[in-house]
């Protein structure tokens, strides 16, 4: 029982890192594109 409640949390633990992977790049690709939309217009 203990062994499967480590691995549900480890896999919680993975998940939520992955979101916070996914967010900073997407975060980082719309900031890009923001700042390719400046450096067009100037």
């Not at 691995?7 to 923001?34: C, P, T």
């Amino acid at each position: 029982m203990l062994h499967m409640l480590h691995d549900i949390f480890e896999y919680r633990v993975g998940h939520v890192a992955d979101e916070k992977i996914m967010l900073r790049v997407a975060i980082r690709q719309e900031g890009s594109k923001i700042v390719r939309g400046f450096s067009d217009h100037a």
